[in-house]
């Protein structure tokens, strides 16, 4: 009996330790398991922490992280004339920045780089010296001598970042047209903010924006003709003590834009009077009263409409008055004028009687239709706005016949004149190359072939006939026409007979106008007492000289045998 209680006792003894070591395996092996288990949490959580940090340091400013960004200031493509002439390019240069964590006396610092820079900010400096922070801009775009004479201070924490900035060769020789980059190379003006608005700042946004792979922007433009265009519209400011002037010459057949200039402009390179008021670019962002020179639409309007004709006459014996308007002419002739004699004439009351024919709400379709009230569509930003009357009255019609009471810009002006001259097609304005075929597929006819035949006719006799007020545009050889504009300026309130804005538009060769070249001179006194200081002799001079030194560059040879002047003499 006891062995089999022993047997018994035997075997519970062994299933009891069987079960022991079995519970023990058990629970080693889990232990193991949540050892791996919470080793990979540990790395999984380092992992995260490290990726969290990337994509956090991913949207912070990198100049205010602690260091300079690896890359250069974004590339900005050449801009080169229609000749490829270079008129803009990227240049390096260095910018000074400091790590003020590595500061150590900041006023020794101040007070050293006032050595070289003198017009350094100090409390500004300063407070960002003791920032404490990693990286602070101090000046940019230092010259290569102010670099090195930094250099040479040997001061801890001051380094350079090469960056680059904007140099145009010409300096303010296309100014206008051109514009301007703000200190991150990035177009605020001109041609260079329409190149970023056609994809550039995206580009350079995305860090794709490199030298290699920039095209250079080639404009309409010829550097040649634009020199003697800014030449000559600032020596004619200074000749008669103007307070501006500009011009434009223009492809009558295409409607490039070969050269334009606005004076006072300013020198790109150091833009410090840039946005002066007196700086603005006359030619497309300011409005003006165009004087006389809008007789030409007027008289085309008139011709156009099927009811007047060259031997159509008007009376202009007497003075026209309406409401509290008494419309007269500078020089009147007292009797009956043919539309030639109202032309060359240059009469108030015959462009007034011009207007009436053709009546109120034909009068302003037709300005409307050849460009002159809305805002004119071209690459440049700085484009105005004209102005008229919000509702126009038979008055209005009749003043804004002879060129008051709308204003426009000079070169919408250019552009209109351009279709009255090509025989009838009206071209956008651009500044960039635009092939023959290219402006046949967006012109728009605005007027019939005989109104454009007819016109060329009056602008040549402006110019030709005893009495014309074109006369001081010749030029022998290039057979000028064109037509004078002097606008009397409003002053408190009031038209000023001595304040003028002057104007002259002209084409060349008369007999199939390839161009047309506009001027403009605002406030322009007399060259000498008891000189005349309307637009025969100002403006119009302008645009001779301007002809003369150009002409060759622009393709046309001068030709002294070749007159077309068989109408001449019916009207003489």
Known sequence: ???????????????????????????????????????????????????????????????????????????????????????????????????????????????????????????????????????????????????????????PGIGFRTEKRRFYPGGPT???????????????AGMEKYIDD???????????????????????????????????????????????AGAVVLNAKTGEVLAMASVPDFDPNNP???????????MSAG??????????????MALDSGKVTLNSTFDARRPITIGRQTIRDFHGKGRILTVPEVFIYSSNIGSAREADVVGIEGHREFLKRIGLLDR???????????????????????????????????????????????????FEPTFLPRTQAQADAVATRVIKEKTGE????????????????????AVPGYRVGGKTGTAEKVVNGRYSSTVRFNAFVAAFPMEDPQYIVLSIIDEPKPEKPGAGATAGFNAAPIVSNIIRRSASFLGVQPDFGHETESKLVSYQ
């Open 287 to 300: 409005t003006y009263e165009m004087g006389s020179t809008i007789k030409s639409f007027t008289t085309a």
């Open 174 to 188: 296309a100014s206008h047209i051109l514009g301007l980059t703000n200190i991150d190379n990035q177009g605020i």
């Open 376 to 426: 004119m569509k071209t690459e440049l930003p700085e484009v105005a706005r004209p102005s008229e009357p919000k509702v126009w009255k038979k008055v209005h019609s009749i003043t804004i016949a002879f060129g008051h009471g709308m204003s426009t810009t000079p070169l919408q002006t250019a552009v209109g004149a351009a279709a009255l001259m090509n025989g009838g097609l009206l």
């Open 1 to 155: 009996m006891m062995k089999f209680w022993r047997k018994r006792i035997s075997k519970a003894e062994s299933s009891t330790a069987s079960i022991i070591v079995e519970g023990a395996r058990k629970a080693t092996g889990g232990r193991s398991k949540n050892r791996v288990v919470m080793t990979m949490a540990v790395f999984l959580g380092i992992y995260a922490t490290i990726a969290g940090r990337l994509v956090y340091l991913g949207f912070q400013d990198p100049e205010a992280s602690g260091g300079p960004v690896s890359r250069v200031t974004a590339s900005r493509p050449d801009i080169v004339d229609r000749n490829g002439e270079v008129l803009a390019t990227d240049i390096k240069t260095a910018s000074l920045f400091a790590e003020p964590r590595r500061i150590v006396d900041a006023d020794e610092v101040i007070e050293k780089l006032q050595t070289v820079l003198p017009d350094i900010e100090v409390e500004q400096t300063y407070n960002k010296l003791k920032s404490g922070t990693g990286f602070v801009w101090l000046k940019r775009q230092l010259s290569p001598k102010q670099q090195n004479d930094i250099m040479q201070l040997g001061l």
């Open 272 to 282: 410090y009077n840039a946005l002066d008021k007196d700086h603005l670019n006359r």
């Open 198 to 244: 056609q994809g550039l700042a995206d580009l350079q946004a995305s860090g794709l924006a490199t030298a290699k792979d920039l095209k250079p922007v080639r404009l309409s433009i010829d550097l040649r003709v634009q020199h003697i265009v800014r030449d000559e519209v600032s020596r004619a400011m200074e000749k008669f003590h103007a307070i501006a």
């Open 454 to 473: 007819d016109m060329r006719y009056l602008y040549r006799l402006n110019a030709t006939a005893p009495g014309g007020s074109g006369k001081r545009a």
